[in-house]
């Protein structure tokens, strides 16, 4: 396992036509509202955690994502900062760490990464790092029989059996990332062999047609990656 991993979160202004679409078509990707990364050892000690908001004036928050995470133009006017400097700390920290990337749909957050590094002008060096998706293998945990994976709060129930709170806010969401993925490690749900055999569909950087995200066809990330995910 590496070094050092990263549990990465963000929450945004709403979701994107495709996930497909290359970083470099801005009209189909909503813009990073917040962004929540913690860096832990292998063993689960706690390196670093960082959360910070993201200020532009040309930032619109859709209402139905609103809705969803509470998050407005005001707030951000009044504890964000310009995207570039945030994007910075964040480089920087990959850099230095050169951490495996963890989310709960992994995919989502890396690439909603991946096009603030582009509106920042910085170099995308989130992609070649290695990432694991913890709703992947979890899929006894989902909870809905429409659901063929677990949205976040799901996982963590089933693992906790109890109620995760204040979600759809990046910094609980990727605290929360963690402790699930920590808790699979300890039942050896999740190891070495499952993480090394994960395949996800990160790199954007062209117009060329790529494979599926998380090994899941683009009707999958519609169905369970919009519904499950945000609603």
């Known amino acids: 396992m590496h070094d050092y991993l990263l549990f990465l979160d963000t929450e945004t202004s709403g979701i994107p036509t495709s996930l497909h679409a290359?970083?470099?078509d801005l009209d189909n990707w909503p813009f990073v509202l917040q962004i929540a990364w913690l860096?832990?050892?292998?063993?689960?000690?706690?390196?670093?955690?960082?959360?910070?908001?993201?200020?532009?004036?040309?930032?619109?928050?859709?209402?139905?994502?609103?809705?969803?995470?509470?998050?407005?133009?005001?707030?951000?006017?009044?504890?964000?900062?310009?995207?570039?400097?945030v994007m910075k700390a964040f480089a920087s920290d990959l850099r230095q760490y050169k951490p495996m990337?963890?989310?709960?749909?992994?995919?989502?957050?890396?690439?909603?990464?991946?096009?603030?590094?582009?509106?920042?002008?910085?170099?995308?060096?989130?992609?070649?790092?290695?990432?694991?998706?913890?709703?992947?293998?979890?899929?006894?945990?989902?909870?809905?029989?429409?659901?063929?994976?677990p949205k976040l709060e799901d996982l963590y129930f089933g693992l906790f059996k109890e109620k995760l709170e204040d979600t759809h806010n990046a910094l609980n969401d990727a605290e929360a990332t963690a402790k699930c993925f920590f808790s699979l490690k300890d039942k050896g749900e999740i190891n070495e062999q499952v993480i090394a055999s994960q395949r996800l569909f990160i790199n954007i950087k062209d117009k060329k047609s790529s494979k599926a995200g998380c090994g899941l066809p683009i009707l999958v990330f519609i169905l369970i990656g919009l519904l499950s995910i945000w609603l």
């Open 39 to 85: 860096i832990y050892t292998p063993g689960g000690k706690l390196v670093k955690k960082e959360n910070l908001f993201i200020y532009e004036e040309d930032i619109y928050i859709k209402q139905s994502s609103e809705r969803i995470h509470g998050i407005t133009r005001e707030e951000l006017k009044a504890k964000g900062l310009d995207r570039k400097s």
């Open 22 to 24: 290359p970083i470099t």
């Open 101 to 149: 990337i963890i989310g709960h749909f992994v995919e989502f957050d890396s690439k909603m990464v991946q096009v603030a590094f582009f509106r920042s002008g910085l170099k995308n060096i989130i992609s070649p790092l290695k990432h694991f998706c913890t709703m992947l293998p979890t899929k006894a945990y989902a909870r809905l029989p429409h659901n063929t994976y």
